[in-house]
């Protein structure tokens, strides 16, 4: 990093203070810069406000606008198309698009606040500074001639819906009644959903302690609860005591679906960072084993463990090397929460629609089936092993589910079935699309539980 690049001591933000909008706007673009070079956002994020020293509420703000980029990149990438005569360099161009997504937004700031802040925030560091002029006529363009470039763009899939031109077909095709909302649901912010742990209070007990400490929320689950309004969760009453946890109300089902009984020994087979796990031992006495290939994910499940005050047997190894880590006892139940793409959960992680490729889905789609293939032998005859994947695509639900039942004759599907809140009766549940927005709003999920016929 040059010199020029680091704010001077005096001129960086105390806890206490909020730094100008042009700071945030810079290390949003250098987060976004990160990401469109193929980084994760969340690295990217503590980078830049490491680098700008932004804490407290300027933090979140880097947060909410380097969100809000990802989210309309499809959308501010067309644009910017249409308003550069020439390329900007990377840096550059990265300010340029979260200023028009901010400016694409409507009513979250003033317009002309933005673009001068983004002028600011382009004098911030020597690799902005000589665009400062063309940032300021192509922001200025963009408010004067807003309808015809919005009209021009209009026809545009990816500028439409921003996501990849890619993924946008296959949710077409695969989900031909469904598609436009899941990809809506993939564009506005996640709902905190928290997990209460029942060995050390009630839903209800939680909701009254939240309610009274401003935080109201509603019961959407057995142990779930939807904050009205997302917030820092490690300062909400019952998190440091372990009588909370943040979870997705689809993740949520896991727990519940693996169908436990209490003694059972349970095969937690890519467990980091351990929500699931910990969910098994809320809610029965089993003899879990939580395994991840992660050794540096595998410590959030210790930290987890120790919040909630559970305690399992974890391990380090690749679910697919079953040899390297099985004692030769069979599991009663195994849970396999496969790595996957992750595109039922791009409203959590917006970058990931754009930093997935293509040809990911078959490496992934063969890793499931590798491990499938591999867990099955460690199952006890008459036990279940519960799929899972965050996915909306089938080459990572239905489609490995049935290649491994293909010519089995040890494995059958048993119905999974799931009761809403407000409904009579219970339905089957398999492929869950996101629901954003509704009466029980969750992530997207794919469940099958396959049993080993005795
Ligand atoms: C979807 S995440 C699991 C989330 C976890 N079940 C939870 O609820 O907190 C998938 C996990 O699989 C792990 N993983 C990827 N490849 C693996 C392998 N070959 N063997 C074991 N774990 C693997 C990743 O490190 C990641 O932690």
Redesign the pocket.
């Given at each position: 990093m040059e010199a020029s690049e680091q704010p001077a001591a005096s001129a960086g933000p105390t806890p206490a203070t909020r730094a100008p909008l042009a700071t945030e706007l810079q290390a949003a673009a250098q987060t976004l810069e990160r990401v469109r070079a193929g980084r994760s956002l969340p690295p990217s994020m503590d980078e830049a406000a490491q680098r700008w020293r932004l804490e407290g509420v300027s933090r979140a703000a880097l947060y909410d606008i380097s969100c809000t980029a990802v989210r309309r990149l499809g959308t501010a990438g067309a644009l910017a198309g249409r308003l550069n005569s020439r390329q900007p360099s990377p840096a550059l161009a990265a300010l340029q698009l979260v200023a028009l997504s901010e400016l694409l937004a409507p009513g979250r700031r003033h317009e002309a606040v933005v673009v001068d802040q983004a002028v600011e925030a382009a004098r911030l560091t020597a690799g902005t500074r000589a665009g400062a002029g063309f940032l300021n006529a192509t922001l200025r363009r963009f408010l004067r001639e807003r309808p015809v470039l919005m009209a021009a763009i209009a026809h545009d899939q990816e500028a439409r819906w921003n996501h990849p031109r890619w993924w946008i077909d296959r949710l077409r095709n695969e989900h031909p009644g469904r598609w436009e909302a899941i990809l809506a649901a993939g564009n506005v912010p996640p709902p905190l959903t928290l997990r209460v742990n029942l060995r050390r209070a009630t839903v209800e007990d939680c909701l009254r302690e939240l309610e009274a400490a401003g935080h109201p929320g509603r019961r959407i689950g057995p142990q779930a609860i939807r904050l009205d309004r997302p917030c820092d969760v490690s300062r909400l009453p019952g998190f440091a005591q372990g009588r909370l946890s943040v979870q997705d109300l689809a993740?949520q089902m896991?727990a519940p679906l693996l169908d436990l009984q209490p003694g059972q020994r349970v095969l937690?087979?890519?467990?980091?960072?351990?929500?699931?796990?910990a969910h098994v031992l809320e809610l029965a006495d089993a003899e879990l084993l939580a395994?991840?290939?992660?050794a540096g994910?595998l410590q959030r499940v210790h930290e987890n463990l120790a919040r909630l005050g559970l305690s399992a047997q974890v391990a380090c190894?690749?679910?697919?090397r079953t040899a390297d880590w099985w004692d030769g006892r069979r599991f009663d139940r195994i849970?396999l929460?496969?790595?996957?793409s992750a595109s039922g959960i791009v409203r959590r992680h917006p970058e990931i629609r754009w930093l997935r490729r293509r040809r990911d889905l078959a490496t992934l789609s063969a890793?499931q089936s590798e491990?499938l293939a591999a867990l099955w032998p460690l199952l006890e005859p008459g036990g279940k092993l519960l799929y899972a994947t965050?996915s909306v695509f089938r080459c990572e639900g239905d489609e490995p589910v049935e290649r491994f039942l293909a010519g089995r004759t040890d494995a059958e599907r048993v119905e999974l079935r799931w009761r809403w809140p407000g409904d009579a009766q219970d339905g089957a549940v398999g492929q869950l699309l996101p629901a954003a927005g509704e009466q029980i709003d969750h992530d997207g999920f794919f469940y099958a539980s396959i049993r080993k016929i005795p």
């Open positions: 993740a896991a937690d087979a890519c467990a980091a960072p351990g929500g699931k796990s395994l991840d290939s992660d994910r190894g690749d679910a697919r849970l929460d496969a790595p996957c890793v491990m965050c």
